[in-house]
C-alpha cells in the first residue's frame, strides 16, 4: 500500500503544478487586459500642422481601448496610417494608467510642382498633400504629379535626397533645385548667386560648404558658387559649368 502511495504522490504533485501553473497564466491574462491596467492617460507630442488634433484624436481613441500591460503598437499605427505625416511612433507605458506616444513626424523638404499644382513631399517620396505647412519650401519641378501616395521618379528622388541633406535655414533660403544641363543647380530667393551642386553625391558636404562661401564677403557679387568639389568651393562666373572650378573661397 504503501509503495502504491509513493508511486501516486508524484502525479498528484505533478497535476497540482500543472494546474497552478494554468491558474497563474489565466490570472495573468486576466489581469493584463482587465480594468485594473486600463489606459486612463494618453499623452502625445510630436505632433505638429494642420492635422495634428486628427492624429491626436485617432490614437487616443485607439489608446484608451488598451491596457498598460498589452499595449498593441501595431494597432496604433494602424489608427494613424491615413496620415502620410506620421513616420513611426515610440510608445511607453506607464503603469498603471499611463500611455506615453511620441510622433516621429516626416517632414517637407520640397513642393513638387507640375500643372500650376504644387505638393508639398518628404525626403523619401512621401507626398503630403494639405497635411503640412507649405511655407519657404524649395521647388522641384515635374512633368507631373504621382498617381499614388509617393514620387517614384528616381531623378525627383535624387533631387529629394538632396535637398534633404541641406541644413534646413539653408534649405528656406533655395527658390528650387533643378538640373542645368549635366549639372544640379540650386537657385537661391532674392537674386543670390546659383549653388552648382553638380551630381547627387555628398550632399550635406556640399550645402555646408555652400553656406561657408555665402557667409564669406569675397562671394559678394558673385553669379555662382561652385561646391562640386566641398574641399575647394568657388565663386565666380556662370560660363564654366562641364569643369569644376579651381577659383577656391577660403
Same mark, same amino acid.
Do not use: C, N
Given at each position: 500500500?504503501g509503495?502504491?502511495?509513493?508511486?501516486? &504522490? #508524484?502525479?498528484v504533485?505533478? /497535476?497540482?503544478v500543472?494546474?497552478?501553473a494554468g491558474?497563474?497564466?489565466?490570472?495573468?491574462?486576466? *489581469? $493584463?487586459?482587465?480594468?485594473l491596467?486600463r489606459v486612463?492617460?494618453v499623452?502625445?507630442?510630436?505632433? +505638429?500642422? @494642420? %492635422?495634428?488634433p486628427? *492624429?491626436?484624436?485617432?490614437?487616443?481613441q485607439?489608446?484608451?481601448?488598451?491596457?498598460?500591460?498589452h499595449?498593441?503598437e501595431q494597432?496604433?499605427r $494602424?489608427?494613424v496610417?491615413?496620415? #502620410?505625416?506620421?513616420?513611426?511612433?515610440?510608445?511607453?507605458?506607464? @503603469?498603471?494608467?499611463e500611455?506615453? /506616444?511620441?510622433v +516621429?513626424? &516626416?517632414?517637407?523638404?520640397?513642393?513638387?510642382?507640375?500643372?500650376?499644382? $504644387?505638393?508639398?513631399v518628404?525626403?523619401?517620396? +512621401?507626398?503630403?498633400?494639405?497635411?503640412?505647412?507649405?511655407?519657404?519650401?524649395?521647388?522641384?519641378?515635374a =512633368?507631373?504629379?504621382?498617381?499614388? #501616395?509617393?514620387?517614384?521618379d @528616381? %531623378?525627383?528622388? =535624387?533631387?529629394?535626397?538632396?535637398?534633404?541633406?541641406?541644413?534646413?535655414?539653408?534649405?528656406?533660403?533655395?527658390?528650387?533645385?533643378?538640373?542645368?544641363r549635366t549639372?544640379?543647380?540650386a537657385?537661391l $530667393?532674392?537674386?543670390?548667386?546659383? /549653388? *552648382?551642386l553638380? =551630381?547627387?553625391?555628398?550632399?550635406?558636404?556640399?550645402?555646408?560648404?555652400?553656406?561657408?562661401?555665402?557667409?564669406d564677403?569675397?562671394s559678394?557679387?558673385?553669379?555662382?558658387? =561652385?561646391?562640386r568639389?566641398p574641399?575647394? @568651393?568657388a565663386?565666380?562666373?556662370f560660363d564654366?559649368?562641364?569643369?569644376?572650378s579651381?577659383? +577656391?573661397?577660403?
Amino acid at each position: 500500500m504503501g509503495a502504491r502511495l509513493a508511486r501516486v &504522490r #508524484p502525479r498528484v504533485w505533478g /497535476i497540482a503544478v500543472v494546474l497552478l501553473a494554468g491558474a497563474l497564466v489565466g490570472g495573468w491574462f486576466w *489581469v $493584463r487586459d482587465s480594468s485594473l491596467a486600463r489606459v486612463k492617460v494618453v499623452a502625445i507630442s510630436g505632433i +505638429t500642422g @494642420p %492635422e495634428a488634433p486628427d *492624429v491626436r484624436a485617432a490614437l487616443d481613441q485607439a489608446a484608451r481601448e488598451m491596457t498598460t500591460l498589452h499595449v498593441d503598437e501595431q494597432r496604433l499605427r $494602424r489608427a494613424v496610417a491615413v496620415y #502620410p505625416q506620421v513616420k513611426d511612433l515610440q510608445v511607453e507605458a506607464k @503603469p498603471l494608467h499611463e500611455l506615453r /506616444i511620441s510622433v +516621429t513626424e &516626416r517632414q517637407p523638404v520640397a513642393l513638387l510642382s507640375a500643372g500650376g499644382q $504644387r505638393v508639398p513631399v518628404a525626403g523619401d517620396g +512621401t507626398l503630403l498633400r494639405g497635411r503640412v505647412s507649405s511655407a519657404d519650401l524649395p521647388a522641384i519641378k515635374a =512633368d507631373a504629379l504621382p498617381a499614388g #501616395p509617393a514620387v517614384t521618379d @528616381p %531623378e525627383e528622388l =535624387d533631387l529629394l535626397s538632396v535637398l534633404a541633406d541641406a541644413p534646413a535655414p539653408m534649405r528656406r533660403h533655395v527658390d528650387r533645385l533643378e538640373r542645368a544641363r549635366t549639372q544640379l543647380v540650386a537657385v537661391l $530667393r532674392g537674386g543670390g548667386p546659383d /549653388i *552648382v551642386l553638380g =551630381d547627387a553625391s555628398r550632399p550635406r558636404a556640399k550645402w555646408v560648404a555652400a553656406a561657408r562661401v555665402l557667409g564669406d564677403s569675397s562671394s559678394q557679387g558673385a553669379s555662382y558658387i =561652385d561646391v562640386r568639389l566641398p574641399e575647394r @568651393p568657388a565663386a565666380g562666373g556662370f560660363d564654366t559649368l562641364d569643369q569644376p572650378s579651381t577659383s +577656391t573661397v577660403g
